[in-house]
Nanobody, 121 residues
Framework: QVLLVESGGGSVQAGGSLRLSCAGK????????MGWFRQAPGKERDWIAGINNGRTSYIDSVKGRFTISKDNAKNTLYLEINSLKPEDTAMYYCAADTSSARCVRRMYIYWGQGTQVTVST
């Protein structure tokens, strides 16, 4: 059984930083492509970053502020978030899949339950 568990969210002031983690069980991170999504209140869940065969990609609004990385030995995915803005407030989810084709289309089979990030002015 695959299990993804996010952590590291919290309440921070604008300009602050957080590092989100996504720990996995039942899967080998080295063989999976992974991504981060976020969902703000009243909005759809949006893809924000992905890592696939060592290559990273980001939505334009987070480029230069967010960094996705993966530690295969620890089976953990990370999202380093800097220069936080109030509009970054959302529930953040990690996702994983074995198919690069699905990952490129931002479609993932496995999902975590999310970690909340709240940014205040």
């Amino acid at each position: 059984q695959v299990l993804l568990v996010e952590s590291g969210g919290g309440s921070v002031q604008a300009g602050g930083s957080l590092r989100l983690s996504c720990a996995g069980k039942g899967l080998t991170y080295s063989t999976y492509c992974m991504g981060w999504f976020r969902q703000a209140p009243g909005k759809e869940r949006d893809w924000i970053a992905g890592i696939n065969n060592g290559r990273t990609s980001y939505i334009d609004s987070v480029k230069g502020r967010f960094t996705i990385s993966k530690d295969n030995a620890k089976n953990t995915l990370y999202l380093e978030i800097n220069s936080l803005k109030p509009e970054d407030t959302a529930m953040y989810y990690c996702a994983a899949d074995t198919s690069s084709a699905r990952c490129v289309r931002r479609m993932y089979i496995y999902w975590g339950q999310g970690t909340q990030v709240t940014v205040s002015t």
